[in-house]
């Protein structure tokens, strides 16, 4: 477990942190017995020397700023955000708000231009290309580290996750949230603010929550913002420290099912502190619709008994957009059927 020493100024509150850190060009074996620590224990670690190359890195995130930065006219032809497209303010169907606009698509190319073409301005196919590619890089990315944790996790198949997303049929997105400084943003922002002693005045950028998917790949500038929840004491959240050389990587829900509660699916928001905007680059790790989601028979154990019930991902889906940001939609899916677990572990 990494170190955690409790900050003075807001000792009940948040704490500091190092995150565990994960160097893509070490041995593949350390890696993998990394990952799957990191991934037990705190559902997150940030990953360097990934390979993604810095020039695609920095020309996407060129673009992006390029599109946040027009008038909210333009930005809004790739909308309404239905779940995809562009959204401002208002983060899902059940009445979450945050200090961001967003741009939520499809993760494959065809999707992407149709959004982006809408646009108008410049030619859309100089974002749309750079986005594809940044979609290429991310998603070879996360099946590598989906591979190498299956090697970790001493599967008989390694590909057991990675297939998922690999599959044509994969719903996977690609978002890119942008979170405007308070001095650009104070005439026109809708304020949310966290009701708390120690966070008076801490504006939210992004409410609380997990990721759904299987894997997160992340990156954001230089300016902070993301905290994710102590695995110690879930009111207490920990600052990362940014690292535009870096991605960032978190468990999701499906992964937490699929190995019965071994991986945790860390629950984390993003908030708005600075004077400089920041942008961070998501791509989520995604099965088709028609996936079955369920325990592997290798994470089923007597000691550790089958906790979730089979689901499809468009189930799972279909039951998240009808929720809050912050609910927890996996305890919904905790199965107690020790015949079940029994059946699985033959």
Not at 176 to 191: A, F, G, I, M
Not at 215 to 225: P, Q, Y
Request: hydrophobic content about 35%.
């Amino acid at each position: 477990m990494v170190a955690i020493s409790l900050s003075p100024e807001n000792n009940d509150r948040t704490v500091f942190s190092d995150l565990p850190a994960i160097d893509l060009s070490w041995k593949r074996d350390k890696v993998g017995r990394l990952m799957v620590k990191a991934c037990e224990e705190f559902g997150f670690f940030k990953l360097i020397n990934h390979g993604v190359p810095k020039e695609v890195i920095d020309r996407v995130e060129s673009e992006s700023l390029e599109f946040f930065a027009r008038p909210a006219a333009e930005k809004q032809r790739a909308g309404p955000p239905n779940p995809l497209g562009f959204g401002s303010k208002k983060i899902g169907f059940n009445g979450d708000t945050g200090d961001l606009e967003y741009l939520l698509l499809h993760a494959n190319r065809p999707a992407i231009y149709q959004k982006v073409r809408n646009i108008g301005g410049r030619d859309p196919n100089i974002f749309s290309n750079l986005l594809g590619d940044y979609v290429d890089y991310t998603k070879d990315l996360a099946c590598d580290l989906l591979e190498i944790m299956g090697e970790g996790l001493g599967l008989e198949d390694r590909n057991s996750f990675s297939k998922l997303v690999r599959d044509g049929q994969s719903d996977s997105l690609v978002r890119l949230n942008h979170y405007p400084s308070y001095e650009s943003s104070v005439d026109q922002r809708l304020t949310a603010v966290i009701k708390s002693k120690e966070d008076k005045g801490t504006r939210i950028g992004f409410g609380e929550h997990s990721d759904p998917q299987l894997l997160t790949v992340l990156r954001s500038n230089d300016v902070e913002g993301l905290q994710i929840q102590s695995p110690l004491d879930g009111n207490v959240w920990i600052p990362v420290k940014s690292d535009p050389s870096a991605f960032f990587v978190n468990v999701g829900d499906a992964l937490q099912a699929m190995t019965n509660g071994r991986f945790v699916s860390v629950r984390h928001r993003a908030i708005v502190t600075a004077q400089r905007s920041r942008l961070s680059m998501i791509f989520f790790a995604t099965p088709s619709l028609q996936t079955r989601i369920s325990p592997l028979s290798e994470m089923v154990t007597i000691e550790n008994p089958l906790r979730y019930r089979p689901y499809t991902w468009a189930e799972y889906k279909k039951m998240m957009y009808s929720l809050r940001l912050a609910s927890n939609r996996l305890e919904l899916f905790q199965s107690d059927c020790k015949k079940e677990s029994m059946a699985l572990m033959r």
